[in-house]
C-alpha cells in the first residue's frame, strides 16, 4: 500500500498565479502546482539548497528534487510552447506558525518595510549586511539582498531584507544611503566600495563570514571580529574603480559573476 502523500509546508500563497503570452490563440495553459512553485521560490531564488528547502517544507530531499525537477519542466514547456502558465493546486498546507524564526529569508509573511529613519524616534542605529540565505554573502558589489537592522539600546527592535537594483559599489551605496545606513558589516569588498563608505560616513566592518544575525549580535556585544579598512577575497590581481563593481578590474584573473 502506497504511503499518503505528505501536505508540504508554504509560507504564503503566490501573489500571481497566472501568466500569459502576448499571443493569439495560445494553447491550453501549463498548471504548477502551489508546491512546485514553492520549491522554485526557495531554490531558484533565495538560492537554498534541496535539503535546506526540504527542512522548510518538511518533506524529503529527494521529494523536494522530484517536485524541482517537474516544476522546471513545466516553466520550460510554458516558455518554449508559448503556453499560458498558471499556479493553482497541488498538495500542501499554509505555514500557521506565528515565530519570525518559522521560515529563514525572505518570508512574505514577516518581512514588513522598514520605517522611514527620519521619522524613527530615539537613538537608533541602522546595520546593513550583503546577505544570501541567512549568511554573510562575501562579495559586497555583487549582492543581490542585504538585510537591514534597527539597533536601539544595544539591542534589534527591527529587520528586514532588501532587494538591490544593481550590480557593483555605486548602485549598493546609493541602496545604503536610500534606507539611511550607518554601518555596514560584510565580507569581501573593494577599494572602490570602501571609499565610498568612507566617503559617506558609513561605518565599515569587513572580513567578516558567518551568520548574518549572529555577527550582528556580536558586534553588539562587542566581540566581532572584523577590520575596519575593508578585506576582498576575490583571486583576482587588481583593484580599482571599473569591472564589476566588487573593487576588481575588467582584466581577465577577475572571477566575479558578470
Known sequence: MPRPCRCRRVCAEPTCRRFEPQ????????????????????????????????????????????????ARFKLADALVNSRPLVIEGGRYRLCEEKSDDCCPGRCPRHNTPLPDFNSLKGNIMRIAIPVKNEDIYQHFGMAAFFKIYDVEENRIVNSQVVQSTGRGHGAMFELLQ????????????????????????????????????????????GTLTASEEGACDHHHQHHGEGGCGCGCSDDESCHCRH
Open 23 to 70: 499571443t493569439p490563440g495560445a494553447p491550453e495553459p501549463v498548471v504548477l502546482n502551489v508546491d512546485e512553485y514553492e520549491v522554485l521560490r526557495l531554490v531558484d531564488f533565495e538560492e537554498r539548497t534541496h535539503e535546506e528547502c526540504a527542512r522548510q517544507m518538511q518533506v524529503s530531499r529527494t521529494t523536494v528534487t522530484e517536485i524541482y525537477e517537474r
Open 178 to 221: 536610500q534606507n539611511g545606513v550607518q554601518c555596514v558589516i560584510c565580507g569581501g569588498i573593494g577599494a572602490g566600495a570602501v571609499e565610498a563608505l568612507q566617503a559617506g560616513g558609513i561605518r565599515l566592518l569587513a572580513g567578516v563570514r558567518g551568520n548574518a544575525d549572529e555577527a550582528v549580535n556580536a558586534f553588539l556585544q
